[in-house]
């Protein structure tokens, strides 16, 4: 089934560890493009979710957003005490009490404590990324598999009027293939009435097998049979590839290329004002189908 490049999806998994969340979004893009921003997520937890997301698209620009926020008794405190730090300070209090005029007491925690150089640190340890992996894990499955539902549905849509538009230029391919003996036809009609005027002054008869040389030169110029096979091949591959599975993007494009090769050489060998105007009615179409397909993953 055809997926679209657009698509969202966020999620949240809560554990003992804490609360992980992801969020994706994509756009179009001719290759795969992620782009990550965390907040208190290792770089270690950003390649779990990179390769997941890997695995899950293969084109369009991803702007990919985690976020870690771990509970309040997650993370072990630790306390540091700055030993020589504290030496010294206490050292300078007491030298400061012990001057004249100033009233000598016990020193109080509370004293130590209004210190201006820290002596005391109070830190938190990480949790560790064997914790969080698995709130990371659950959350970007979730995540991918919405972004994934929505990119489908997308695609269901894109897909159906892309069949739409195929089937107009299936409609015209009709239309080339009956025009090709018309062309013809018709030449041959145009050259013989324009001989018989000109043998009517002079009385003389044609050369039938002269008319019938320069009707078979013509016809072998303006024979596009080749272009209409490969055309016809190329909207049946594009059809096929439409609802196939994987993604067709790069695929439906080529074709599209082709496709327009095609109906351009048929234009310039067919000679004929109905073929052309056929031909730029299609081109139309063509561009409508290519701006739909460039959504394509």
């Not at 239309?175 to 005027?197: H, N, P």
């Not at 067919?270 to 561009?287: F, G, R, S, W």
Request: charged share 25%; glycine share 6%; net charge negative.
């Amino acid at each position: 089934m055809a997926a679209s490049m657009t698509g969202y999806g966020r999620s949240t998994a809560t554990g003992a560890a804490g609360t992980a969340s992801v969020e994706i979004k994509t756009v179009n893009s001719r290759f795969l493009e992620l782009n990550f921003r965390s907040d208190g997520v290792s770089p270690a937890m950003e390649e779990l979710v990179r390769q997941m997301v890997k695995q899950t698209i293969s084109r369009g620009k991803a702007s990919i957003t985690l976020k870690f926020v771990p509970a309040d008794d997650s993370q072990p405190v630790r306390v540091t005490v700055n030993e020589p730090l504290l030496a010294v300070q206490t050292e300078a209090l007491r030298a400061a009490q012990s001057r004249p005029g100033v009233r000598h007491q016990k020193l109080t925690a509370a004293d130590l404590l209004a210190l201006p150089a820290p002596w005391m640190r109070v830190s938190c340890d990480p949790v560790s990324d064997e914790a969080v992996a698995p709130l990371m894990r659950q959350s970007a499955e979730e995540a991918l598999a919405s972004l994934a539902a929505m990119r489908f549905r997308e695609g269901k849509n894109l897909a159906a009027d892309l069949e739409r538009r195929m089937a107009f230029l299936q409609g015209r391919l009709g239309f080339l293939k009956d025009k090709q003996s018309v062309i013809v036809a018709q030449y041959e009609e145009r050259l013989r009435g324009r001989i018989q005027s000109l043998l009517d002054k002079t009385g003389f008869s044609a050369d039938e097998g002269r008319i019938l040389e320069e009707v078979a030169v013509y016809a072998e110029k303006t024979d596009y049979t080749e272009e209409l096979v490969r055309f016809e091949s190329h909207l049946g591959q594009f059809s096929d590839a439409l609802a196939g599975d994987g993604p067709v993007g790069r695929q439906l494009d080529f074709l599209l290329q082709e496709i327009n090769r095609e109906i351009n050489t048929m234009a310039s060998k067919a000679n004929d004002l109905e073929v052309v105007d056929c031909v730029i009615l299609m081109k139309t179409e063509l561009e409508k189908i290519r701006e739909q397909v460039q959504n394509l993953e």
